[in-house]
């Protein structure tokens, strides 16, 4: 009985596989009297690189060692003949098989190309500094080579002299499953080189009204050591897919938009890189699910001049300057996003926040940001941000900026959660803060920033107070006893070791039975000190 069955389901799959198309052969699509086949069954739509190509190479080796770029660019040539020779202008696959594939000239894709590897990482491989350990399929530039690794097929140098002005940047194109690995000094580098580019649309087989939507996607890509940018996006290209790309490890930014439009970001990744993990300028509806950026030398996400972002759960963490840097830009909204431990140029003396503003050239701030459920600061007391936020539009109009149920870290800041622009400013709801986040609810006006002035009088709804004085004397008067609840407490941190601290309570009035009371130069080695009001006196506790 046993056999039978076996035998039955033999001859199933048999008559199954008989009913499908060969995956290696041709590509066919039914069709009917009134409609062409899509795509013609007398065109080839799959090709393996290693197989010898149509202009008589021997195949791409994948060895590390020769040259392939000559091989994989004469199949890209063959689906760019199938476009023009099809009326259905069909496209085609490229097949990489496990293997290292060494470049020195740039790859011209052709609309409507998949590149496709048996390539698969995860972050964590993408973080190891063996790459070659983890990826199957790699294309590498050569050392010495001087070139961008991978474009879209140009009509300024077409190779097949076909000036058919219809397709955009990249039209249709996917790329998946392959590592990129350029060919940075291993000491850094100073290159314009990118991993991929998009071009100016000028440079395109694209009519001018075609609006540039090309539906790129990029999918299970790492791009990394490029001399120059991992992924650079120029002036006017819209509307693509990146799932699961990590750039990092790059001499500049591992992402760089330049009037970008209509882009989908999903677990996108940049780290390592020496300018910023995320560039925009001047662009816009931009969407981000679960991204992350970090240990870039500058910062993780520089914003400029740029309007209508989403940021769904975005990680923003370790990078040498801000996390983020905003600029004259609105319309942006953080939702359940982390930032915490940037300024890691310098965590004991950090002049960094978080998040830093800044109005454009034109002193128009940045307006409609929203930080909604985010975390600011982390639980480490070494590592230290100068503010959570940062706003340096003195001048500027601020509108409709708000933090809603958000938490800040206090003992993060060497400052204190915000500076005093954004207190006056900015909406808050529902926030905590305090030493752990969620001592206490956030009120934006128990919280006060000192700078540069000598004297100083505590008010009853103040709590923590910051003082960062250039000056080495600074007097702290504190209220009337029977003015403030019996346990009130202030906590007063300085940023500098040579504050000498005066603490002088009321007329009549004693901190530690004493009249007022002095903390010299030799004893500021402290990060903060604590004032409790006992019911009839203060009490000092360092």
């Not at 590897?117 to 983890?134: E, I, M, P, R, V």
């Not at 942006?332 to 003396?349: G, L, P, Q, R």
Request: proline share 4%.
């Amino acid at each position: 009985m046993k056999l039978f069955f076996l035998f039955s389901f033999v001859i199933y799959l048999s008559v199954l596989r008989a009913g499908q198309p060969n995956l290696t052969a041709d590509l066919i699509v039914g069709s009917t009297n009134d409609f062409p086949l899509r795509p013609d069954p007398n065109i080839t739509m799959i090709f393996n690189i290693k197989d010898a190509d149509p202009e008589g190479h021997g195949g791409a080796k994948g060895d590390g060692n020769t040259n392939d770029a000559p091989a994989i660019q004469a199949w890209m040539n063959k689906i760019m003949k199938n476009i023009l020779t099809d009326n259905n202008e069909s496209g085609g696959i490229l097949y990489f098989p496990p293997g290292v594939y060494k470049i020195n000239s740039t790859l011209l894709i052709p609309p409507r190309c998949t590149l496709f590897g048996l390539g698969g990482f995860t972050q964590s491989h993408a973080w190891s500094n063996d790459y070659f350990k983890h990826q199957s399929v790699i294309i590498k530039l050569a050392d010495g080579a001087e070139c961008n690794m991978v474009e879209p097929y140009p009509i300024n140098s077409d190779p097949l002299n076909i000036k058919k002005e219809y397709f955009t940047n990249y039209e249709s194109v996917i790329i998946e499953g392959i590592s990129l690995f350029g060919n940075k000094p291993e000491k850094g580098g100073s290159g314009n080189l990118k991993g991929i580019y998009l071009p100016s649309n000028t440079n395109a087989l694209a009519n001018e009204d075609d609006n540039y939507r090309s539906n790129l996607t990029i999918s299970n890509v790492l791009i990394c050591n490029i001399d120059g940018y991992g992924f650079y996006s120029d002036n006017n290209n819209k509307e693509y897919f990146l799932d699961n790309v990590i750039s990092r490890a790059n001499s500049k930014d591992g992402f760089y938009f330049d009037n970008a439009e209509d882009v989908y970001l999903h677990r996108v990744g940049s780290g390592d890189n020496g300018q910023n993990g995320f560039y925009f300028y001047k662009s816009g509806a931009m969407r981000f699910t679960n991204c992350d950026t970090w240990g870039n030398r500058q910062y993780g996400l520089n914003i400029e001049e740029s309007y209508g972002f989403l940021f769904n759960i975005m990680n923003v963490n370790y990078n040498f300057l801000a996390g983020a840097r905003i600029m004259g830009s609105g319309l942006i909204t953080f939702v359940n996003s982390y930032f915490c431990d940037n300024s890691e140029a310098d965590w004991k003396n950090p002049s960094s926040p978080e998040v830093d503003i800044l109005p454009n050239i034109n002193n128009y701030g940045v307006y409609g940001l929203k930080f909604l459920g985010c975390r600011f600061g982390s639980m480490s007391e070494s590592n230290k941000s100068l503010y959570a936020v940062r706003e340096n539009s003195t001048n500027a109009v601020i509108r409709n900026n708000a933090f809603i149920g958000c938490t800040f870290i206090q003992k993060s800041f060497k400052l204190g959660i915000c500076d005093a622009q954004v207190l006056d400013n900015y909406i808050f709801e529902g926030c905590t803060g305090g030493a752990d986040g969620q001592a206490e609810i956030y009120n934006p006006s128990a919280f006060q920033n000192i700078e540069e002035q000598a004297n100083i009088s505590l008010k009853e709804q103040n709590h923590i107070i910051s003082i960062d004085n250039n000056s080495s004397d600074c007097t702290v008067n504190l209220p009337a006893i029977s003015s403030v609840p019996v346990g009130k407490e202030y906590i007063i941190i300085k940023s500098r070791d040579n504050i000498k601290l005066t603490i002088a309570p009321a007329a009549n009035e004693r901190i530690n039975n004493e009249s007022q009371l002095i903390i010299p130069v030799s004893l500021q080695a402290f990060s903060q000190i604590k004032l409790l009001n006992s019911g009839n006196q203060w009490l000092y506790i360092k």
